[in-house]
Nanobody, 116 residues
Framework: QVQLVESGGGLAQPGGSLRLSCVGSGLTFYMYDMGWYRQAPGKQRELVATISTGGTTNYANSVKGRFTISRDNGKKTVYLQMNNLKAEDTAVYYC??????????WGQGTQVTVSS
């Protein structure tokens, strides 16, 4: 059974930092492109960042220069380092694993709240 389990969310002040982690199990992790998505209340889920099996990264314009995605295949973990957080970063953050043509896998989400 494939599982993606996120952790590291919580409350942060504007300008603060959080580091999200997503641990995979039941899948050949290094063969999956991984990503982070987020969904704010009343909004659609949106892409935050992705990292390919080869380490190529891609970011939403709104987080470029503030967020960094990375992966450790030995630990089957993908990370999202979030710096200089803003109120508009408040959302539930989801981990995603993709290996076409297999189905996507999603984690259960972790809440990030940025507020003073």
């Amino acid at each position: 059974q494939v599982q993606l389990v996120e952790s590291g969310g919580g409350l942060a002040q504007p300008g603060g930092s959080l580091r999200l982690s997503c641990v995979g199990s039941g899948l050949t992790f290094y063969m999956y492109d991984m990503g982070w998505y987020r969904q704010a209340p009343g909004k659609q889920r949106e892409l935050v960042a992705t990292i390919s099996t080869g380490g190529t990264t891609n970011y939403a314009n709104s987080v470029k220069g503030r967020f960094t995605i990375s992966r450790d295949n030995g630990k089957k973990t993908v990370y999202l380092q979030m710096n200089n957080l803003k109120a508009e970063d408040t959302a539930v953050y989801y981990c995603n694993g993709v290996r076409p043509p297999l189905p996507d896998y999603w984690g259960q989400g972790t809440q990030v709240t940025v507020s003073s």
